[in-house]
């Protein structure tokens, strides 16, 4: 495994300042596995390897800038991200072995079975944040993202009858204000906050979704065979949004021997990516890719 990145940084003034980063996490296997002669599954015996190889890749730039204007603390971002994941998969294996004991996918009775596969997805984004602090008692944080994901994108020649798209926005907002620097308050109560805040998060799906591959079945004899995917494409997907809402307060007295943290969630995920739901063979497909209804999610937590 190989990990690490190299970042540029780069200080235009005392509240101006910019980075550039590269960054990579890779990893490679080599798997091989022998079975004897005359185990239950295997009576001639059977050898295979494996190999594997995943890299994720990203580069991202951000601007900062953070200045004081009087009782105004300003600090705003603006930057980017492009993210590459990449994976390859070889799969070779003998199934009967002709002399018992060696290992090597030229000791086979009969033709190779071989599977192998290699995905590439990529999602470029641009996204910017604003924090503004009042006096150090009133904070102000707006955060904004786009995406596009490259497993959004439709074939060529696709023609859909919504509005799917591989690109979606999600922003956030959230607002904090701490009694103490407003007001007096008695000298048991150390510390009083209440909070509010909004975020939504969007979501792509895996590679090749719309993509209706040929795939290998039971051989015909020693002959491999192959059929078309049962997976019907659905070029009317939409990217997968949550949206979260949430409430809260934070307290402590007596010198912050005694705390309270209490705080009320409320989550909706909504055009859920499902990928296997079943179809009727009748269809002459088994499956297909949609969206799914909303999902709620709300609770308290008190600390």
């Known amino acids: 495994r190989l990990f690490g ?14 980075f550039v980063r590269v960054g990579t996490d890779y ?56 993210r ?37 997805r990529r999602v470029n984004s641009i996204y910017g944040s604003a924090q503004v602090d009042y006096r150090d008692f009133l904070f102000l944080e707006l955060t904004a993202r786009n995406d596009w994901a490259s497993s959004l994108t439709l074939p060529f020649g696709a023609s859909p009858t919504s509005t799917s798209d591989n690109a979606y926005f999600y922003p956030s907002a959230s607002l904090s204000f701490v009694l103490n620097g407003a007001m007096d308050l008695p000298d048991w109560w150390s510390y009083a ?21 040929y795939l290998r079945t039971d ?10 995917s049962g997976r019907l ?6 990217p997968e949004i949550s949206d979260s809402y949430e409430v809260g ?14 705080t009320y969630y409320n989550i ?4 859920q990516i499902l990928t296997n739901v079943p179809l009727s063979y009748s269809s002459g497909l088994s499956s297909m890719v949609m969206n799914a209804g909303k999902i709620r999610n709300w609770g308290y937590e008190a600390m």
């Open 27 to 82: 990893t490679q296997q080599q798997q091989t596995r022998r079975r004897a002669f005359s185990t239950q599954r295997f009576p001639f015996g059977s050898y295979r390897e494996n190999k594997l190889i995943n890299e994720e890749r990203n580069l991202d730039f951000l601007l900062s800038f953070n200045k004081r204007f009087d009782d105004i603390n300003l600090a705003i971002n603006a930057g980017g991200n492009q």
């Open 84 to 120: 590459n994941v990449n994976g390859n998969m070889l799969d070779v294996s003998a199934p009967q072995l002709i002399i018992p004991g060696t290992y090597s996918l030229a000791n086979t009775r009969v033709a190779l079975i071989s599977d192998q596969y290699d995905t590439r």
């Open 249 to 262: 307060t934070e307290l402590r007295f007596f010198n912050n021997r005694l705390n309270f943290d209490f």
């Open 5 to 18: 990145n190299v970042v540029l940084n780069y200080k235009f003034t005392d509240y101006l300042k910019a």
């Open 268 to 271: 909706t995920t909504r055009n």
């Open 233 to 238: 494409p659905n070029y009317n997907l939409l």
């Open 193 to 213: 906050k209440v909070r509010a805040g909004f975020a939504q998060v969007g979501n792509d799906t895996d590679p090749y979704t719309f993509a209706q591959p």
């Open 219 to 228: 051989p015909y004899g020693s002959f491999p065979a192959f059929s078309e």
